[in-house]
C-alpha cells in the first residue's frame, strides 16, 4: 500500500478526517530511535504522544536503549529522583521534536508530547505547580504539555499553571461535576494569564476523560447486582459517561465567559478519551475509539488499540452528538438498580492516583537498580 492510499482509505485515516486527533499512550528511548514513532506518525495517523509512570517504568524495565545515560548518571552521583528527572524529560524533548512539524502545521493543537508531575503530588497543589513549571523548563520544548491530575488539589494546580503560559493535560477525569470544575480551572487560568498580558493563543489544554475504567468498575457493580436488568446495562456506562462529557464540553464552551475568552485569542479545552483500551474480553477491541467520534476530541490509544483501529476499525462519522438522551437513559438506568455513580467515580481517582504512584516507585526501583549496576 502507497502512502497516498494509506492517507485516502485506512480507518485511521478516516478518524483522523471525522476530527479525531490520534495520539499515541506510550513512548519509550527505543521506539524514538528505531524510528518507530515517526512509522506511526507516517502510517497511522497519530499525531501526538502521551506518556504516565506507568509507562516510563516499563520503557525503562527493558531494553538497553537507557544504558549510556544511566552511567552518566551513575558517574556523576545523580539521586534517583534527579536521574528520572533527566531521564524521562530526555525522552520527552526528543519527542516533541519529532512532532514539531506536525504541531506548527495544526497551530499547536496537536503534536503535543505529554508528561506527567510525580503523582505522589496529587494531593498537593503547590507541589505541583512547581514540578509543573520545572518540567516545563527542562524539557524546553513549546509542545509539551504538562500532565496534572484533576484531584481537588489539581483544580488549583491547573489554574495557575494555565496562568503562566504552560499548557496542560488534565489527567484522571471520571465524573461530570469533576469535569466541569476542570473546565472553570482553565477558564479562569485563562483569565488570570490574560490580565497579565500572556498570549493566549499560545495555550492549550485538553481534559482526560477515562473510559474503560469506568466500564470495569460500574460492570463490577452491576455483575453483584445479578439481576437480568442490570446485566443488560454492562459495558455501556463508559461510552455513555464519555459522550455526556462532550456534552459538557459544547455547553461549557459556549458560554458567554468562554466565548469571550475565545474572541481574545484563547483555545477551547479539546476532550481526550484515555483508558480506551477494552478490559472486558467480550467487548470489541475498537469500542472505545469508533463510539466516540466527534470534532475536536482527542482519543490516546495504546499500540494495541491502534493497530486493531487500523486494521478493522469501522469509522461512521459522529458517534457522539446526538446521542445524549440515550447515554442520559442508560446511566439513569445503571442509577437505577442500585449503582451509585458518586461513589464509583470517587473509587476510580482514588485508585487512578495510587496505581500511578505504584508505577512511580516501580519506575524508582528500575533507575535505582540500573544506577547501581552501572557503577
Not at 162 to 170: D, L, P, Q, R, T
Request: net charge negative; charged share 25%.
Amino acid at each position: 500500500m502507497t502512502d497516498t492510499q494509506t492517507t485516502a482509505t485506512t480507518p485511521t485515516a478516516a478518524l483522523s478526517a471525522a476530527g479525531v486527533s490520534i495520539w499515541l499512550d506510550d513512548l519509550s528511548r527505543e521506539r524514538i530511535e528505531s524510528q518507530g514513532l515517526q512509522k506511526l506518525i507516517a502510517d497511522r495517523n497519530v499525531v501526538g504522544v502521551t506518556t504516565n509512570p506507568t509507562i516510563f517504568a516499563g520503557a525503562l524495565a527493558k531494553g538497553e536503549a537507557y544504558d549510556a545515560q544511566v552511567a552518566e548518571l551513575a558517574k556523576a552521583g545523580t539521586g534517583v529522583t534527579d536521574a528520572v528527572f533527566e531521564i524521562t524529560t530526555d525522552d520527552v524533548a526528543n519527542a516533541c521534536d519529532i512532532f514539531k512539524p506536525i504541531y506548527d502545521s495544526t497551530k499547536g493543537f496537536d503534536g503535543r508530547v505529554s508528561i506527567e508531575v510525580e503523582p505522589g503530588l496529587a494531593h498537593d497543589a503547590q507541589g505541583t505547580i512547581e514540578q509543573a513549571k520545572a518540567l516545563f523548563t527542562k524539557v524546553d520544548r513549546e509542545n509539551v504539555l504538562i500532565k496534572i491530575p484533576a484531584t481537588v488539589e489539581g483544580l488549583e494546580a491547573i489554574t495557575a499553571t494555565i496562568a503562566e503560559g504552560i499548557s496542560v493535560n488534565v489527567t484522571l477525569i471520571f465524573s461530570l461535576e469533576r469535569y466541569r470544575a476542570v473546565i472553570n480551572a482553565y477558564l479562569t487560568g485563562l483569565e488570570q494569564a490574560k490580565a497579565a498580558g500572556k498570549d493566549l493563543s499560545k495555550i492549550h489544554s485538553v481534559a482526560s476523560f477515562f473510559v474503560s475504567r469506568v466500564d470495569t468498575e460500574i460492570d463490577k457493580r452491576l455483575e453483584a447486582v445479578g439481576t437480568d436488568e442490570a446485566k443488560a446495562l454492562k459495558s455501556k456506562a463508559g461510552v455513555a459517561n464519555a459522550q455526556l462529557a462532550y456534552e459538557v464540553y459544547e455547553q461549557a464552551f459556549a458560554t458567554e465567559r468562554a466565548t469571550g475568552l475565545l474572541a481574545a485569542g484563547a483555545n477551547k479545552q479539546r476532550p481526550l478519551w484515555a483508558s480506551t483500551g477494552v478490559k472486558d474480553p467480550s467487548v470489541p477491541d475498537t469500542t472505545y475509539v469508533v463510539e466516540l467520534v466527534a470534532a475536536d476530541v482527542v482519543n490516546t490509544m495504546p499500540e494495541k488499540t491502534l493497530e486493531a483501529t487500523f486494521d478493522h476499525g469501522v469509522i461512521t462519522g459522529d458517534t457522539i452528538t446526538g446521542s445524549y438522551a440515550a447515554a442520559n437513559e442508560v446511566m439513569n438506568a445503571i442509577a437505577a438498580v442500585g449503582v451509585d455513580y458518586d461513589d464509583v467515580v470517587g473509587v476510580l481517582e482514588s485508585e487512578g492516583v495510587d496505581k500511578f504512584i505504584v508505577s512511580w516507585n516501580e519506575l524508582l526501583d528500575t533507575v535505582t537498580a540500573a544506577l547501581d549496576a552501572a557503577k
